[in-house]
């Protein structure tokens, strides 16, 4: 019996589609660390979000009656040597930690993105300049960049987002620099040139869609990192400025009563720790979902 155009096409739309949300159900079933990592960062970003909310005191507030004071039911995570409940520093540190992390993401991952797609699709001298000055930026210790800027603008959250901001951008560059030169070689891109496309349009249409999903990866890795920088130099007294809460300044806070307080330091750096896994592992984990060669498996 033949067989109808029509019977194909209703035999299509009976057929199931595999969709986005199918391929993210495969990937959480594959990658549950991955998948749970996504789901706490999640849970931290609504923490920072609605820090007020889940405070149980006032976080810059004093309380001379109970300074240095354990674990309790009243304050969960102890006092500090001011009498500040270290649980609501904690919460309200979440919020900094962030707020400083995807700003300094953003500028770097501008600045980045701007200099890696002008180096990899123009080339030449361009190239040559911008992957001399990453060059130069590896090789020049990070935290004497960031004194000698702090020194000359004052330690400030704008003044940290810059310093974490310009500390980020080779990573971005390099890659897309890579990938750039890859599509700037296809032959669609010749073919857009060719019916009279312009270089903006080329880059912004076609170069970044293509190299969107990198951005992404590399964008959630690297704020793992500018967190760990915002609480590296809040602990030198180069970042966030007391009396806001920073888990850095807490840890440097606490330093001096590890033997009597011990809850000081040790809870922020917990903290710390456990955001710069879980941000870590849902880079991996995006990156596995958004290539392309990992969907068929």
Do not use: C
Not at 33 to 48: E, F, P, R
Not at 97 to 120: D, H, K, M, Q, Y
Not at 151 to 160: D, E, I, K
Request: hydrophobic share 50%; no cysteine.
């Amino acid at each position: 019996m033949a067989v109808r155009p029509a019977d194909l096409a209703v035999g299509a739309e009976l057929r199931p589609r595999s969709g986005a949300w199918t391929t993210l159900g495969r990937f959480f079933r594959k990658k549950p660390l991955g998948a749970a990592g996504g789901v706490l960062m999640l849970a931290m970003a609504l923490t920072a979000v609605f820090a007020e909310v889940l405070q149980t005191h006032d976080p810059i507030a004093t309380d001379a009656a109970y300074t240095l004071g354990a674990p309790r039911a009243e304050h969960v995570f102890g006092t500090d040597h001011l009498g500040r409940d270290v649980f609501s520093r904690v919460i309200y540190g979440a919020r900094v930690s962030l707020v400083v992390g995807l700003a300094a993401v953003s500028v770097g991952g501008a600045l980045g993105t701007a200099l890696g797609i002008a180096a990899g699709y123009r080339g030449g001298l361009a190239d040559s300049v911008i992957m001399t000055l990453a060059d130069a930026q590896l090789a020049f210790p990070f935290i004497l960049l960031a004194i000698g800027i702090i020194a000359v603008l004052g330690p400030s959250f704008p003044t940290l987002i810059v310093v974490i901001g310009l500390s980020g951008w080779v990573t971005y560059a390099r890659i897309l620099r890579s990938q750039v030169l890859v599509l700037r070689a296809r032959e669609f891109v010749d073919a857009i040139h060719a019916l009279g496309g312009s270089v903006p349009r080329v880059i912004v249409r076609h170069i970044l869609p293509n190299v969107l999903s990198s951005l992404v990866v590399v964008a959630t890795l690297e704020l793992a990192r500018a967190i760990v920088l915002e609480a590296t130099l809040s602990f030198l007294g180069l970042g966030v400025q007391p009396p806001t809460p920073s888990w850095g300044g807490m840890i440097h806070e606490g330093r001096e009563y590890l033997d009597s307080a011990w809850w000081i330091s040790t809870f922020p750096g917990l903290v710390l720790m456990l955001t710069s896994i879980v941000v870590s592992r849902t880079g991996d984990w995006l990156r596995d979902l958004l290539d392309p060669t990992l969907h068929g498996e």
